[in-house]
């Protein structure tokens, strides 16, 4: 059965190197693996059609994408395909947690915080350098668990969605099963972000979450 134009594939990475034999089959050299692999990824057919149609970028969660990095994944992407990318993490952790990677700022509030003048300059400005808004998926902001009340949680969503640029889309993933409620999903629908559905340890079943 052929899959909807309505639906697009894809998994949440393209970079495993155990797909080789099934999605890749080109000789790649291990330190180039990643940055090559996505044009095949791209062309993998399952029953003779293009199976993926799109794919997750969680890389981008740890640091903006460069427009270079940008512009090599554009040379590699057919015309209609998305890439969807995850919102660097210093505009969704509202404070730094107790690690050693986040140096002096661990345990520290996060300034940044749903701060939409540093995603427009950070993160948004190297997709119109790279000219790559024709495959850019939605924004995926990844808020992990946190203490914030649902009250001041929308609120700052609310203020946040207010003032980014509307020709992008975004959707919010959450990992506080509290967050969920008419506020939240609100908030969503008065911006058309989508909520993205995940099946987390304290998250409740996909059905309860809809």
Known sequence: MSISPLIRFGS??????????????????????AQECLREYCQYQYKGEPLFRTVGNDA????????????????????????SFKVWEELTIPSYAKQARYG??????????????VFKDFVL???REAKFESHTGPFIFEFQRH??????????L????????????????????GLLGAEYH?????????????????MPPLAEQH
């Open 12 to 33: 949440s990475s393209w970079t495993y190197e155990g797909w080789h034999g099934q999605v890749y089959h080109r000789p790649y050299a291990k330190s180039t693996f």
């Open 60 to 83: 981008t969660f740890y640091r903006p994408p460069t427009a270079n990095q940008l512009r090599r994944y554009r040379n590699q992407l057919p015309e209609g395909f998305e890439m």
């Open 104 to 117: 002096l700022k661990a345990g520290q509030p996060n300034p940044r915080f749903l701060d939409a003048q």
């Open 125 to 127: 400005m190297p997709y």
């Open 147 to 156: 203490g914030m009340s649902a009250d001041e949680f929308c609120s700052r």
């Open 158 to 177: 609310e203020g946040f969605f207010g003032q980014v640029p509307k020709e992008f889309r975004y959707a919010v993933e959450i990992r506080n099963a």
């Open 186 to 202: 609100k908030v969503l629908e008065t911006h058309g972000v989508a909520h993205v559905y995940n099946h987390w340890s304290y």
